[in-house]
């Protein structure tokens, strides 16, 4: 009898195990995250959403390795994230990652170019600033390197933003509300631009926002309620799986 073939489900690229993130306040512990437990596989496109105050941003802190948990562990890379010190974990983000948020954070004493040629320093690589180059030609401010970012736009600003994420060709990409300064036709150009570049360097893209417009592009939604992580065949957040403490 012939053999069926089946298909190797990929490894996990992201994968977050009862993730939780506590803290002590004058009314008792607060439970910002809640035993998050899911994998992120690699090129998928995943929206974390919820209400203000759910915990998304500090689940994506978590997952990046920029807080940590008080439980739980975050795998990236196939490598356990905080069983590295912070020197361990900044050097693999250096490898792994590139992030967008939603304040542009660019240095204001650096130039459009010399901002996203300096993850590229960093790390150590001869061709900075051609690589910085081309990126910044590639999002449409070729006109633009010389200029500081308060003489750019916010539009601006998050293109160079973006550039300096996408430069190191990152395995995953984290964007904390990407749109979140902008205006809406603005908005919808960062939003086209940034799945461009993603679907060009098939980068495994984790976004929080609020914008649903944004989160309908990507393939899947992590919807996150009072620190809880839905069950993802949901598709309103669920109050019988709110705790005692958690986070609201």
Avoid: W
């Amino acid at each position: 009898m012939p053999q069926i073939a089946t298909l190797a489900t990929p490894p996990a690229i992201l994968r977050a195990e009862q993730l939780s993130k506590k803290v002590a306040t004058a009314d008792g512990q607060l439970v910002i995250v809640h035993h998050a437990d899911f994998t992120v596989t690699p090129g998928e496109a995943v929206a974390i959403v919820g209400a203000s105050g759910s915990g998304k941003s500090t689940l994506l802190g978590l997952l990046a390795g920029l807080d940590t948990p008080t439980e739980g562990k975050v795998y990236l890379g196939g490598e356990d994230l905080y069983a590295l010190d912070e020197d361990g974990r900044a050097r693999l983000r250096g490898r792994m990652v590139g992030f967008v948020f939603q304040s542009f954070q660019l240095l204001p004493s650096l130039t459009a170019l010399e901002n996203v040629m300096l993850p590229l320093e960093l790390a150590g690589a001869a061709d900075a600033r051609a690589r910085a180059t081309a990126i910044l030609d590639r999002v449409g401010l070729g006109a633009r390197h010389k200029h500081y970012p308060k003489q750019l736009s916010g539009g601006e600003q998050q293109r160079v933003a973006i550039a300096r994420a996408f430069v190191t060709e990152p395995k995953v990409l984290f964007a904390d509300e990407p749109t979140g300064n902008l205006d809406a036709n603005t908005g919808r150009s960062m939003i086209e631009l940034l799945f461009e570049l993603n679907r060009e360097q098939g980068a495994t893209l984790v976004l929080v926002t609020h914008d649903t417009a944004l989160a309908g592009r990507c393939g899947r939604r992590l919807v996150i309620d009072a620190g809880v992580i839905q069950p993802e065949s949901a598709t309103e957040p669920v109050a019988a799986a709110r705790i005692a403490g958690v986070a609201e």
